[in-house]
């Protein structure tokens, strides 16, 4: 038996069709709407208690003082040039103001200073409650090479005051970071503090070149005392203010990890000759299409896979309209985020597996046809790859045996370490942001460079990536680049945030989220 349809009831059926398409995307936009104004997983604590006995200040003659302190810091030029290479004698000349700016530290019995590696620092500061875990501060001392001959405005080893700015190479890497820690203990212990925490501080030489006599010896030391770190603190992201699009006031990252790293070495061998009578493919040629590959056919996008995504839902309502309703729905728009992201360079490094052709090297003669191509190029390694899938993948999208493959270094991305609402390290880094800089959101986010306290991981599941220097639009360009610079406000603040998180880490234990 066959069933007849009419003209009415197809009409009637495509009706029915357009009426759960339309009740569909009613449903969606209520939705999405409603979660646009009520989401928010940046939650925050109930009451803390209250461990400050010292009120984060400074007198006009202590910030004088600093200052004076920071621009002879920063006039020392304590260079790792290579990892053969370092100005040893400016390390020692460090090593000597550090003993004559801060007197109470070094001559404190409260605090246990040991020299590791010949230039690195080691401070333990003991708590008065042996059951509490310790937690350690990092820094590092030494400098990238800088050369006022690439167009300062200032020598870059004069700490020239320009504009209410502190000119200088190591201005914001990273001896903000060791003078500021060590200036805020030095007030405390000044004002009688003696902490409930133990805590240590370590102060690396050698950071630049990835610290194998500095952290990696610390390491060592402590784990020989079987040392275990409920955090640790370094140097890492920062207070980004103006920098991402439609975010309504400054946001501070706190990094909970780093990307990978590998550099591969790209090689091809052929037969020399002249070049009046050249191959129809050169070694060059072969190469250059090799490196072309893996430049048109970039790692895969992997946003939504690592912390990056938590970075965004973080900072959610603190954008503006339609920003927060992308960020607030990114079950929804996750694709139409990463797309933007990819596009431009900076952000493009938090959605994926990185590639960068680093170095090219071939040919010893204008009409010889060369024996010997090479090339080198470096990965930054996403939170949800291994280094094994990424020289895999290199392996695949340059797929000519031709074309020699070797590893020459790298490592896996670093442990994503926690930033729950129990996560101890995590919630004091954010409530000392909180306290020193109330207007500022604090959300997780991923290191795409990488420090020396990847060494730590040993001794602590909980390391975060934090200092707080504000990063203003162009200051990307001041990174181990030209005209590195701090405000001189901004490095009151960063003495402050550290005098404040010494007193906030001797909490027992962190509040309930309020409901």
Known sequence: MKTKFTKKTVLKFLGILLLILL??????????????????????????????????SLSPEQKK???????VAVQIPTVSFSESEQNTSALQEFNLLLRRVFPKIFSSSLVQHETVGNYSHLLTVPGRDPDLEPYMLLAHMDVVPADEADGWDAPPFSARELNGFIYGRGTIDNKQSVMGILQALEYLLERGYAPRRSFYIGLGHDEEISGPQGAVNIVKLLKSRG????????????????????????????GVSEKGQATVKLSVSTSPGHSSMPPRESGIGILASAVARLE????????????????????????????????????????????????QPDTNAFVRTTTAVTMFNSGVKINVMPAYAEAFVNFRIHS??????????????????RVRVEFVSGFDPLPISSYEEDTFGYQIIKKTVHDIFPEVTVCPGVCVGNTDSR?????????????PSWYKPGDSARFHGVNERISIQNYEEIVLFYFQLMQNSDIRRLPVPRS
């Open 455 to 467: 060494h730590y991981t040993e001794l602590s599941p909980d390391i975060y990536r934090f200092a």
């Open 384 to 401: 949800s790859q291994t280094l094994q899938e990424v020289l895999k993948l290199v392996e695949s999208t340059i797929s000519d045996k």
């Open 296 to 343: 048109k056919n970039r790692m895969p996008n992997l946003f939504g896979h690592g912390p990056e995504r938590a970075t965004f839902e973080h900072l959610a309502h603190k954008f503006g309209w339609p920003y927060r309703m992308v960020m607030s729905n990114l079950w929804l728009f996750s694709s139409l985020l990463s797309g933007v992201l990819e596009g």
């Open 65 to 71: 003082q600093l200052l004076e302190n920071f621009k």
């Open 227 to 254: 040392v275990k770190l409920l955090y640790v603190l370094d140097e890492g992201l920062t207070i980004m203010d103006g920098v991402v699009d439609g975010l309504i006031g400054p946001g501070a990252l706190i």
């Open 23 to 56: 009740l569909s995307v009613l449903i969606l936009f209520a939705v999405v709407i409603g979660r646009t104004f009520t989401f928010k997983v940046n939650t925050e604590l109930g009451e803390w208690e209250n461990a400050t006995t010292i009120h984060p």
